[in-house]
């Protein structure tokens, strides 16, 4: 546990508590009165009353489109399958900052929607709506669908069979095994909308802002840290909550009807119903996935090969960037891959820590030791809290702390990979852990015997069965640290940006040709993270398709 604790601590916890702290602190001392204050301010109040509703609406309208795919790929055998199953997969890897681009391209000014019918849905709450469902609908679709095909159809029939309706064997028996699964995903569905930022920066407008788009305008526009601190810690309040709950949903989840081989309840479609729902899933994935980014590869491509040739002049932009822009990508790509080795690095040191169950810790004598457990228990928690903290209070607090020796990175390229990391760890653990914790502890007691050191026995025994777990982990680690906002647009140095605040920047300046270049970045961000989950599909572990 040393190394993920010392790096939790010294590059999250350090510069989270530093800026909260000057939030709440002034010449007289602590001002705890300033919480009451700022939530009592009625512009506060309306950011978290939009920041919960639309949360809400989102989760329940992204339920509503993703059920029938989840059941579609759970039940369902048709050509195609495989492939289907990653292009629904790509949304959830791309960077919200290309998820935002590519509805602006059907939503906004000049948008398709704008040529067809005169209609712009930009700076909407639809267009929000609409980019959370994109953006999750393979959350849904994986999470339940992965359940669902594991579920013995028999037990269903045997309902019908005893008279029970098609619906009513459905709700008495198929939903209640999947009930875990469905809480499970409309919780990180609502965290994820809950903590939005880069859709909303783009699409929202002035108009509207979730707590993370209000953290970001409180400090980097207004400079008034005392608000953004209190907005943080009400975040970090409620996602600690949110993540509260699904863990307990997670051990529900586990303790669900007896499975059987996703591979066999599978089969083609029956009937003029089931091709008919099957052809509106189609339908459904066409107009709310595929349209969208295949709008922006279209209007990327607008003036033939014109925006792309733009990216390598520095002056295209209007003074929008010290160097060409196409240097983002390089940029991007190198922060990338040293930010999936750190996480790599310290999500698997902290897999491995937490590999012993709590309830199998003993003191020397032989005795279970709660505090032991309770202690590796804190420690999976720390673990997640990246998650639960705003990104943007994250960037700036990099920016406030580590500016003086022995921790002066300001000026460090490292500091962007260290950002993007402390994201990429919670997807590591969670994809090794399970994989670690399924190694019979036989394997490693026997190595051991036959005189195997430890670093021995992980390296002949551990790793050959979590390989591929950690390649599937390095993946996820890569596309979410390639498409970093929050925080990276706080310590990109102006001549090293990165592909998202790039885009981000574009966008923000008026113009055809910035509008263009951001079109063509965001093509280029979306193409490396596709091409990324695919090798991803190629090496996962999982048949039961969840992520």
């Not at 398709?112 to 930009?122: A, K, N, Q």
């Not at 949903?249 to 591979?263: G, I, K, S, W, Y």
């Not at 491509?301 to 002049?313: I, M, S, V």
């Amino acid at each position: 546990m040393a190394l993920p604790v010392a790096f939790f601590a010294v590059f999250f916890a350090y510069p989270v508590t530093a800026i909260v702290g000057r939030g709440l602190r002034t010449d007289d001392g602590w001002q705890p009165g300033r919480l009451g204050d700022v939530l009592g301010r009625p512009d506060v109040l309306d950011v978290l009353w939009f920041t919960t509703w639309q949360a809400l609406a989102s989760t329940a309208l992204t339920l509503v489109v993703a059920l029938p795919g989840a059941y579609v790929l759970a039940r369902f055998d048709f050509p195609g399958k495989g492939l289907l199953r990653a292009v629904v997969t790509v949304p959830f890897v791309l960077p919200t900052v290309v998820v935002g681009t590519a509805f602006l391209a059907v939503l906004g000014r000049d948008g398709l929607l704008d040529e067809l019918w005169g209609v712009r849905l930009d700076t909407t709450v639809w267009a929000i709506l609409l980019a959370h469902v994109f953006f999750n609908y393979a959350v849904v679709v994986r999470t339940v669908g992965g359940l669902w095909a594991q579920l013995d159809p028999r037990q269903e029939e045997a309902a019908r069979v005893l008279g029970a309706s098609r619906f009513g064997a459905w709700r008495r028996v198929t939903l209640p095994a999947l009930a875990p699964a469905v809480a499970a995903a409309a919780l990180m569905v609502f965290l994820f909308t809950y903590t939005s930022f880069g859709i909303v920066q783009i699409l929202g407008g002035p108009a509207y802002r979730t707590l993370e788009a209000e953290i970001y305008r409180q400090t980097a526009q207004l400079l008034d840290l005392p608000t953004a601190a209190v907005l943080t810690l009400v975040q970090f309040a409620a996602v600690g909550a949110i993540l509260a709950v699904h863990a307990r949903t997670v051990r529900r989840r586990e303790a669900a009807l007896a499975l059987v081989d996703a591979a066999g309840t599978a089969r083609r479609p029956r009937g003029a119903g089931q091709w008919a729902l099957l052809g509106t899933v189609l339908a459904t994935i066409v107009l709310l996935l595929l349209l969208p980014l295949g709008v922006l590869v279209e209007r990327s491509f607008d003036g033939g090969l014109g925006y792309y040739r733009a990216l390598q002049d520095a002056g295209a932009g209007g003074g929008t960037f010290l160097v060409p822009p196409v240097e983002a990508i390089g940029n991007s790509l190198e922060y990338a891959l040293v930010a999936t080795l750190l996480a790599l690095i310290i999500g698997g040191l902290a897999a491995a820590a937490l590999t012993l169950p709590p309830s199998r810790l003993r003191s020397g004598g032989g005795t279970r030791t709660p505090a032991a457990g309770r202690l590796v228990r804190g420690f999976d928690a720390l673990l997640m809290l990246p998650l639960g903290v705003s990104a943007v209070t994250v960037g700036f607090g990099f920016l406030i702390t580590l500016d003086e020796p022995p921790l002066d990175l300001r000026s460090s390229w490292i500091l962007v990979p260290l950002a993007q990391a402390l994201v990429g760890v919670p997807f590591v653990v969670r994809t090794v852990l399970p994989v670690l914790r399924a190694v019979d502890a036989r394997l490693r007691e026997a190595a051991a015997v036959l005189g195997a050191s430890p670093w021995r026995v992980w390296r002949e025994v551990d790793l050959p069965m979590v390989g591929r777990a950690l390649l599937v982990a390095a993946g996820f680690a890569f596309a979410v640290s390639l498409g970093e906002f929050g925080a990276t647009v706080f310590i990109a140095r102006p001549d090293n940006p990165t592909l998202p605040v790039a885009v981000a920047r574009l966008l923000g300046r008026p113009g055809e040709l910035n509008y263009g270049q951001a079109m063509a970045l965001s093509t280029i961000l979306m193409v490396v993270c596709a091409v990324a989950l695919l090798l991803l599909e190629r090496v996962r572990v999982d048949r039961s398709g969840e992520l």
